[in-house]
């Protein structure tokens, strides 16, 4: 059983506009989420993070949502950019076990310049 | 302040034989994670360690071994190699377990 999943394995958007990267979850023990950026031949590199005891939180361009009732969250990226592109994961935790997360299998964003 | 080191960077190995991989986390991170990724998985936890202590553990068999020591670094060990051990192996470290984690570039296994 997946407890976290990313449903859509590509998204392509031009440049400028939005992209919209989404994650569900099943373990509702899960309170900390997180997002890594994958470029090829290199390891993931945190980008942004929530706890359940918010919806939202921005950094720069990158604001993720968490919808705790949907187990749902998003992340958003505007205006997105040609070095944008690359695998997105998405990882969840339980708490203080941050250092054994469970990840999704990733979504590869490609943005068209 | 160096990121995470992984050695070495490409591994070839053949069914039945074993593997060292080794990982060195920025320094001042005491908690170090192993995980393994597969073509079209995400990334799949094996272990972490905190402070010398196997402090979680992933659904894996007993061929999937760790330890870390006194500065951290960490050594992770595959017995009686299989075809499906093929993978990149991870390694990410964070200070303690309740940040966002640090990986290294991972160590490519072939095992033919």
């Known amino acids: 059983d997946q407890q976290v999943k990313q449903n859509s394995p590509s998204l392509s958007v031009q440049e400028g506009r939005i992209s919209i990267l989404n994650c569900d979850y099943t373990n509702s023990m899960f309170d900390y989420f997180l997002w890594y950026k994958k470029y090829p031949a290199e390891g993931p590199t945190f980008l942004i993070s929530?706890?359940?005891?918010?919806d939202k939180n921005e950094d720069g361009r990158f604001t993720v949502f968490l919808n705790k009732s949907a187990k749902h969250l998003s992340l958003h990226i505007v205006p997105s950019q040609p070095g944008d592109s690359a695998v997105y994961f998405c990882a969840a935790s339980e708490g203080t076990n941050a250092g054994k997360s469970t990840f999704g299998d990733g979504t590869t964003l490609t943005v068209k310049p | 302040k160096a990121g995470v080191t992984q050695t070495p960077r490409y591994l070839i190995k053949t069914r039945g034989q074993q593997v060292t991989l080794s990982c060195s986390p920025i320094s001042g991170h005491r908690s170090v994670s192993w995980y393994q990724q597969t073509p079209g998985q995400g990334l799949q936890f094996l272990f972490e360690y905190f402070s010398e202590t196997q402090r979680n553990k992933g659904n894996f068999p007993g061929r999937f071994s760790g330890r870390q020591f006194s500065n951290s670094r960490s050594e992770m060990n595959v017995s009686t190699l299989e075809l499906g051990d093929s993978a990149l192996y991870l390694c990410?470290?964070?200070?303690?377990?309740?940040?966002?984690?640090?990986f290294g570039p991972g160590t490519r296994l072939t095992v033919l």
């Open positions: 929530i706890s359940s005891i918010k």
């Open positions: 990410a470290s964070s200070v303690n377990s309740y940040n966002e984690q640090f």
